[in-house]
């Protein structure tokens, strides 16, 4: 395996695990009340909600 | 009127007459909000014109347009109008009131009153009725980016943020609410905020354009003894309508700072803000609440209001409700505060004793008369302080607007003309053009990345991972970006000019033929967009039997991102009717909700969906900025989730595919996903979707819909071998499991926040089901008809 390759594979890593990290956050958010629309806008409903306005 | 005379309903009414409300029947929740929306003894009322099919009607009433259906209508007795007597001048008797000052520097403090200390957060409610501005508003104070739309109830659920350039004050922004009575779950998150939260001042924004029923609100407000001040919001239209308030004289009479805004055009709101903090930090209590007056029709609420506080002081006390505020709730009948006092048997008769002795002397009944002396009020203030306005050009163009979209013969034609339309933009026109435009971009880019690597002679894997794996499986979903963009458009356009509501009026008939109301048509529709908000927005249906049915219902309404399958699958199989085939999907994924809830209706859901009682709002030219806003909002979701789930969920798979267990790179048949995918494909066998590939795709479906494609094309390599691979009629009965299987991981989440995990396991396992049986249905027509 060449330079390249390895740079390549580097990067997809990286990328990988980031991605990894933001669903494992949105999955933690979105047990702690997020709305889980997955279009965040800024309402914090995740983290301003209080639990006993849920149904 | 003759006592002999048969008095008339309501319902008798012809369409242009007026009439005065004599009584309003009925009982429970439906009566109540009728009379929190203004439907008390003594109103004028006219019948503007029933919906197409004969019912429910639409009534104007304290300068707006109210829907109840005809059932409600016949419990509402009513009379000729009064002749009117010649109304004075408002202006004439407005004398020149100097500006109270109430919320401002110094003026009611005696010496030595010390504001909050400054580090103390002041919290903010935001409260007002439904579609009065609050979320404009809202985001001009916090300078968030929520949602506003043009019909009732768009926020259900609080959402907080900083004031600007105010980190020591946050505002929280309620549902809207015509009154805090019990009976919704939005006046509940309103009313237990206020009353358990205890914010430090109450924002009530009031849509001056129709003053009356918002004041409604705010009296209710004001006797929950927290410093409130008063918004006019749409000040502007007011006025270029030729109208105006005297804002020092309704400062003056309800005793609470009055601030005219246009929360719209960013007018006002910093003088808001200063007479908010202001309040808040001096805690400036309403200076009024007394709006029972001594000499309204003998005095009768007065006493009998009087006479009830004085009663439960002590009990209101200890509990923490204000006690004007739970006299006035005690008398209306709300069990919740009666529980909350802990009367005594002894004090609970004599508060019943005191009730029904004020309903005799007022000739009304408890509820009815708390809610007459209330406009009572109302209207001596708009007599002294509100020139009305001429009928707004708004309103004008409104009732031209409707004589089409909600004319007899013409409502229904013409919402399925626009809904034609919004289809036929979306996936012939502008959406597709776009689309290939896109996908030229991405096979162009694909080509040079691909020469890239091939030049700087990168490793037969690495090539594979990046131009198999990661360009064929996330560039095909990208080239979806443009036809979801342009349905989200349209969509947002129905509900921001206010037509939302219409076709909820126009379809409320034919749905309670199902067993649902008007309002569930709306979640069904924001659906078509993403099962997400649509599920959430079920929220504003009152009943719990209408919620529960509409957001089981809701994800039969195909969305956006089945669209990519739909559009892959038809063009791929059925090229010269292409969009012929994804309209059908739209339509049996709509006949199967109908028979879902025929049968559920029948079974689960047995009973009547709730009174359709509805403002229906003028309509609006949707903003640019809200709703280029919102195109970009879903653009970056759909960018996120092509570059997060879509991608993760594509090099998974690809490297499933391309390595067996003993991480030899091999052909796709012999990798581990042929394995794994193997042991499930002969349950899909009977519906000709026996290939490991298929089934693979359908399982990465589960995380994300537009999954579906991108496995599928790195799977098979190309459209081509893919069309080599299935027959038409197996393609199609792909299709229809597509359409009708599990919805998404983020929905069935949604799903079960509203309704619990029982009901989501019944979507998920329900649906399954259903496609299974559906797509083996196709199935055997295919193979009665020799196509398989």
């Known amino acids: 395996m060449n330079l390249p390759s390895i740079l390549i594979l580097i990067v997809v890593g990286v990328i990988l695990i980031a991605d990894v990290a933001y669903l494992c956050l949105r999955a933690r958010n979105q047990k702690g009340g997020c709305d889980g629309c997955d279009g965040c806008n800024g309402c914090n409903l995740c983290k301003k909600r209080d639990k006993s306005d849920r149904r | 009127m003759n006592a002999n005379e048969k008095r008339k309903t309501?319902?008798?009414?012809?369409?242009?007459?007026?009439?005065?409300?004599?009584?309003?029947?009925?009982?429970?929740?439906?009566?109540?909000?009728?009379?929190?929306?203004?439907?008390?003894?003594?109103?004028?009322?006219?019948?503007?014109?029933?919906?197409?099919?004969?019912?429910?009607?639409?009534?104007?009433?304290?300068?707006?347009?109210?829907t109840i259906r005809l059932a409600d209508a016949e419990n509402i007795g009513v009379s000729e109008p009064y002749i009117k007597k010649?109304?004075?001048?408002?202006?004439?008797?407005?004398?020149?009131?100097?500006?109270?000052?109430?919320?401002?520097?110094?003026?009611?403090?005696?010496?030595?009153?010390?504001?909050?200390?400054?580090?103390?957060?002041?919290?903010?409610?935001?409260?007002?009725?439904?579609?009065?501005?609050?979320?404009?508003?809202?985001?001009?104070?916090?300078?968030?980016?929520?949602?506003?739309?043009?019909?009732?109830?768009?926020?259900?659920?609080?959402?907080?943020?900083?004031?600007?350039?105010?980190?020591?004050?946050?505002?929280?922004?309620?549902?809207?609410i015509y009154s805090l009575s019990p009976y919704s779950d939005e006046e509940l998150v309103s009313r237990r905020f206020i009353l358990e939260e205890k914010p430090k001042g109450i924002i009530n924004i009031?849509?001056?354009?129709?003053?009356?029923?918002?004041?409604?609100?705010?009296?209710?407000?004001?006797?929950?003894?927290?410093?409130?001040?008063?918004?006019?919001?749409?000040?502007?239209?007011?006025?270029?309508?030729?109208?105006?308030?005297?804002?020092?004289?309704?400062?003056?009479?309800?005793?609470?700072?009055?601030?005219?805004?246009?929360?719209?055009?960013?007018?006002?709101?910093?003088?808001?803000?200063?007479?908010?903090?202001?309040?808040?930090?001096?805690?400036?209590?309403?200076?009024?609440?007394?709006?029972?007056?001594?000499?309204?029709?003998?005095?009768?609420?007065?006493?009998?209001?009087?006479?009830?506080?004085?009663?439960?002081?002590?009990?209101?006390?200890?509990?923490?409700?204000?006690?004007?505020?739970?006299?006035?709730?005690?008398?209306?009948?709300?069990?919740?505060?009666?529980?909350?006092?802990?009367?005594?048997?002894?004090?609970?008769?004599?508060?019943?004793?005191?009730?029904?002795?004020?309903?005799?002397?007022?000739?009304?009944?408890?509820?009815?008369?708390?809610?007459?002396?209330?406009?009572?009020?109302?209207?001596?203030?708009?007599?002294q302080t509100v020139v009305r306005p001429k009928e707004s050009k708004e309103h004008v163009?409104?009732?031209?607007?409707?004589?089409?979209?909600?004319?007899?013969?013409?409502?229904?034609?013409?919402?399925?003309?626009?809904?034609?339309?919004?289809?036929?933009?979306?996936?012939?026109?502008?959406?597709?053009?776009?689309?290939?435009?896109?996908q030229m971009g991405i096979d162009a880019l694909t080509s040079v990345v691909d020469g890239a690597l091939r030049s700087w002679q990168v490793s037969e894997v690495v090539h594979s991972l990046v131009i198999d794996g990661i360009f064929t499986g996330v560039g095909t979903i990208l080239s979806f970006v443009p036809i979801i963009v342009v349905l989200f458009f349209f969509l947002s356009l129905l509900e921001d000019s206010g037509y939302m509501a219409r076709v909820a009026f126009v379809m409320d008939q034919l749905l309670r033929k199902i067993g649902l109301s008007g309002k569930s048509i709306v979640p069904m529709l924001i659906g078509f967009g993403c099962t997400v908000p649509g599920v959430m927005a079920t929220r504003t249906l009152s009943s719990e039997r209408d919620r529960k049915m509409t957001v089981l219902l809701t994800p039969f309404m195909s969305c956006s991102a089945k669209l990519p399958i739909y559009g892959f699958l038809a063009v791929a199989f059925f090229p010269k009717v292409s969009w012929l085939v994804m309209i059908g999907m739209y339509f049996i994924g709509m006949a199967m909700g109908i028979l879902i809830a025929f049968v559920s209706k029948k079974t689960v859901f047995k009973g009547e969906a709730v009174p359709f009682i509805m403002e229906l709002p003028n309509y609006r030219l949707p903003g640019a900025k809200n709703v280029a806003r919102l195109l970009w909002e879903k653009t970056k979701d759909f960018l996120k989730r092509a570059f997060t789930v879509i991608l993760v969920a594509t090099i998974v798979i690809w490297f499933l595919q391309t390595f067996d267990f003993r991480m030899q790179m091999v052909d796709s048949s012999k990798s581990m996903l042929a394995t794994i995918a193997g042991l499930i494909a002969p349950l899909f066998a009977p519906l000709g979707l026996g290939d490991y590939r298929i089934v693979t795709a359908l399982i990465s479906g589960f995380m994300a819909k537009e999954s579906v494609v991108s496995t599928l094309v790195v799977l098979?390599?190309?459209?081509?071998?893919?069309?080599?691979?299935?027959?038409?009629?197996?393609?199609?009965?792909?299709?229809?499991?597509?359409?009708?299987?599990?919805?998404?991981?983020?929905?069935?989440?949604?799903?079960r926040k509203e309704l619990g995990t029982r009901w989501m396991l019944l979507t998920?396992?329900?649906?399954?089901?259903?496609?299974?049986?559906?797509?083996?249905l196709v199935s055997l027509v295919g193979f009665l008809i020799g196509l398989l």
């Open chain 2, 206 to 383: 009031v849509d001056a354009t129709n003053i009356e029923r918002n004041l409604y609100l705010t009296l209710q407000l004001m006797e929950l003894e927290v410093p409130i001040v008063l918004a006019l919001n749409m000040m502007d239209e007011v006025k270029g309508n030729g109208g105006s308030v005297d804002v020092n004289g309704m400062e003056d009479m309800l005793g609470i700072p009055v601030v005219p805004i246009s929360a719209a055009k960013n007018e006002g709101v910093g003088e808001l803000v200063n007479h908010a903090l202001h309040v808040a930090s001096y805690q400036e209590k309403p200076a009024m609440q007394d709006f029972c007056g001594k000499d309204d029709h003998g005095g009768a609420v007065h006493r009998c209001m009087h006479g009830i506080m004085h009663l439960i002081e002590d009990h209101a006390a200890a509990a923490g409700i204000p006690v004007r505020f739970a006299a006035s709730k005690l008398i209306e009948g709300d069990a919740l505060v009666l529980k909350a006092l802990c009367l005594s048997d002894n004090e609970k008769e004599m508060v019943e004793h005191i009730i029904v002795q004020m309903e005799a002397e007022r000739g009304l009944d408890r509820s009815a008369a708390i809610a007459d002396a209330r406009f009572s009020f109302i209207r001596e203030i708009c007599a």
């Open chain 2, 764 to 776: 998920v396992v329900g649906q399954c089901v259903l496609a299974w049986l559906a797509a083996g």
């Open chain 2, 86 to 176: 010649e109304e004075k001048d408002s202006s004439a008797f407005r004398a020149v009131r100097a500006h109270p000052g109430l919320g401002e520097g110094g003026k009611y403090h005696e010496k030595g009153t010390e504001p909050l200390p400054k580090d103390e957060l002041l919290t903010f409610a935001l409260a007002g009725n439904q579609n009065c501005g609050k979320t404009t508003l809202f985001n001009q104070l916090t300078g968030a980016n929520c949602h506003v739309g043009n019909f009732p109830g768009v926020t259900v659920d609080r959402k907080s943020g900083s004031i600007k350039d105010h980190p020591e004050a946050e505002v929280t922004d309620l549902p809207g």
């Open chain 2, 397 to 438: 163009r409104s009732r031209k607007i409707d004589r089409v979209l909600t004319g007899k013969y013409t409502a229904i034609p013409s919402f399925i003309a626009i809904m034609a339309l919004v289809f036929y933009l979306t996936f012939g026109v502008i959406g597709e053009g776009l689309k290939t435009l896109l």
């Open chain 2, 716 to 751: 098979y390599g190309s459209a081509e071998l893919m069309t080599a691979a299935i027959t038409p009629c197996a393609a199609f009965a792909l299709l229809v499991f597509c359409l009708l299987y599990t919805p998404c991981v983020a929905a069935v989440a949604a799903i």
């Open chain 2, 10 to 66: 309501l319902k008798e009414v012809k369409v242009g007459e007026s009439a005065v409300i004599q009584s309003v029947g009925g009982s429970g929740s439906g009566r109540q909000h009728l009379l929190d929306m203004g439907v008390i003894p003594g109103t004028e009322v006219t019948l503007v014109k029933l919906a197409p099919m004969g019912d429910p009607m639409e009534l104007r009433i304290y300068d707006y347009e109210l």
